[in-house]
């Protein structure tokens, strides 16, 4: 079993920056797609960013060009970029891991997820 430890979330200015982490616990984190959700109050959970287990990157559309998703499994983390941050970037973010999925495969879906952190808030000031 994996847990996942989100970090990094904070109060900022729009056009700012923020990094997440997501610490990953247990084995085989190389062996996990890893994918970025936020949710909003009121909101259904959103698709941000995923990466592969050979580190093929996919994005949802209003975060290509500002939101970078990387990982180091050597340090069993995974990170999220955050740049030119707008008011309605302003929510809870999530990473989740995927188990059972093809090296170059990831999902959308946060139904395809297998494990969740418990969320790191990111409030954008305008």
């Known amino acids: 079993q994996v847990q996942l430890v989100e970090s990094g979330g904070g109060l900022v ?3 700012g920056s923020l990094r997440l982490s997501c610490a990953a616990s ?3 984190f190389n062996n996990y797609a890893m994918g970025w959700f936020r ?9 941000v960013a995923a990466i592969s287990k050979s580190s093929g990157t996919y ?12 990982r180091d499994n050597a340090k069993n983390t995974l990170y999220l970029q955050m740049n030119s941050l707008k008011p309605e970037d302003t929510a809870a973010y999530y990473c989740a891991a ?5 090296a170059g495969s990831v999902s959308t879906r946060p139904d395809a997820y297998d ?8 409030t954008v000031s305008s």
Do not use: D, H
């Not at 494990?115 to 990111?122: A, K, L």
């Open 59 to 70: 994005y949802a559309g209003s975060m290509k060009g500002r939101f970078t998703i990387s």
């Open 13 to 15: 200015q729009a056009g």
């Open 115 to 122: 494990y969740w952190g418990q969320g790191t808030q990111v």
């Open 98 to 102: 995927e188990g059972g999925v093809a």
């Open 26 to 28: 247990g084995p085989s």
């Open 39 to 47: 949710q909003a109050p009121g909101k259904e959970r959103e698709f």
